[in-house]
């Protein structure tokens, strides 16, 4: 058989009742890069398919006890993510026609020539790997609009050095900054610059997993695991098998999730809810934090030893305010690429450009994002005017030259005073969401919803 890159090898399920056939096909796939795990008949298969995810599953039709057809049938009402090539010694036109139907990726007779299984298997894990692309990108958590990091500050230069550094290499690295600072977007580009370029890239925001659905988003669930497991369901970090996973505000991680964690990143193995099989993956993590850990530590909120050991390799982004440079590159990137399309160049009025630099940006870049596209939205003619901006004159500067709201000051739209108030909660209750959601009168996801629409601290 031709050989490849082992990184690159499908992770293959064969399902077949002949010990000879069973074991010559798992030794020659091995060979050749794949990991390969073996099932004697198909309700043994059928298990090992409900456990995690595989690219190709490798299924004979006839087996005592069992119909390989009604296995196909049951495989793919439960998953539709692996590619299954059907095999038998018994082939006819009918039997393959009825197996494609069903969703057979292909129908193979038997003796198999390894070379052409070969063949078979690369081009069903390359389809297969495209379907688990798909699913990758709608399980992202946030949408970006831009994919660049923007800036000139010594801050961002620094950063994007880093990033360089530490996307070669293949440990785990922890974003350190504040709400809106990017650190999706940084934690894309440690991806974009690592080896796993090619390989999924999945986000999830550990802030928003319910204490009970937590275990189950990131490890999966078999069927039946709980009362609403009516189907098995892969886990995150299955899904980033071979890619990258970015757990940002990892801070909130309970702390019995934090210890399986903790297991997953020593061994590279963990378990689906209701599972009784270890799982391997291959996963390069990045974590984001807005909070500072030592002192989570400190309170028994987080583990020591998990600190230290996803703490080798930090990334710290400086917050808007730190890096008065970079808000005027920011502010033309997000006109052009972020602004309703028309004739002609966007300008920027001097009295707004005064504005945007004096403002303290608490919702750092996300917060300038969503200033701008609204101011956008609103102005008459392609120019940014003070007019435009929602800043509240008294926090428009800094204690020292700030001005006096009088009876000329203009009203401000409800959205400003809904943000102003929503962050005046969070500053009382030191950024604690579920409290802050309750005094609101709101739930968490709402408040959520909120804070990325007003490009405050989330």
């Not at 190709?56 to 006839?62: A, P, Q």
């Not at 050095?161 to 440690?190: M, N, P, Q, Y």
């Not at 099989?277 to 984001?288: K, L, M, N, P, Q």
């Not at 009088?406 to 962050?423: D, G, M």
């Amino acid at each position: 058989m031709s050989n490849v890159n082992r990184g690159d090898g499908a992770k293959v399920l064969i399902v077949e009742d002949e010990k000879p056939l069973r074991e010559l096909l798992q030794t020659e796939l091995r060979r050749s890069g794949h990991k390969v795990q073996v099932a004697a008949n198909g309700e043994e298969g059928l298990a090992r398919y409900r456990e995690e995810i595989f690219n190709v599953v490798l299924l004979d039709i006839r087996m005592p006890g069992s119909d390989g057809v009604e296995i196909l049938k049951q495989m793919k009402s439960e998953s539709n993510v692996p590619e299954i090539i059907m095999f038998t010694g018994h082939g006819t036109i009918e039997t393959a026609v009825e197996c494609i139907k069903h969703g057979a990726y292909d129908y193979l007779t038997k003796p198999v020539k390894l070379d052409e299984l070969e063949l078979v298997i690369t081009k069903a894990h390359e389809k297969n790997r495209l379907r688990l692309e798909n699913i990758s990108l709608k399980l992202e958590v946030q949408k970006l609009d831009n994919q660049r990091i923007v800036g000139k500050s010594q801050g961002i230069h620094q950063v994007l050095e880093t990033v360089r550094r530490w996307g070669a290499v293949d440990e785990h690295v922890l974003i350190f900054g504040e709400s809106g600072t990017g650190k999706e977007l940084v934690a894309r580009a440690v991806h974009e610059a690592s080896p796993r370029v090619q390989k999924p890239f999945i986000t999830v925001n550990c802030g928003r997993l319910d204490v009970h659905t937590a275990e189950s988003e990131l490890f999966g669930h078999m069927q039946g695991a709980f009362t609403s497991a009516v189907k098995g369901r892969a886990g995150l970090f299955e899904l980033a098998d071979q890619g990258t996973l970015f757990m940002d505000e990892v801070s909130e991680m309970t702390l019995d999730v934090q210890v399986k964690l903790l297991r997953i990143l020593e061994t590279g193995t963990f378990r689906r809810l209701g599972g009784n099989r270890d799982i391997s993956v291959d996963v390069r993590f990045v974590f984001a934090t807005n909070k500072k850990l030592e002192d989570k530590v400190e309170r028994g909120e987080f583990r020591e030893d998990l600190f230290h050991r996803i703490n080798m390799l930090p990334i710290y982004i400086p917050p808007l305010r730190e890096r008065a440079e970079d808000i005027l590159p920011l502010t033309w990137y997000f006109l052009q690429n972020g602004s309703p399309s028309g004739q002609g160049q966007w300008e920027i009025s001097p009295e707004a450009m005064a504005c945007l630099r004096a403002y303290h940006w608490p919702g750092n870049v996300r917060e300038l994002r969503n200033t701008i596209r609204r101011a956008s939205i609103l102005a008459r003619e392609r120019v940014i005017t003070a007019d435009l901006l929602p800043f509240a004159p008294p926090r428009l500067f800094t204690p020292e030259t700030q001005v006096a709201v009088t009876a000329e000051t203009p009203p401000l739209p409800l959205w400003v005073i809904e943000r102003e108030h929503i962050r005046s909660v969070l500053e009382k209750v030191e950024g604690n969401k579920s409290q802050a959601a309750k005094i609101l009168e709101i739930d968490r996801k709402t408040l959520y919803t909120k804070l990325e629409r007003y490009g405050l601290p989330a």
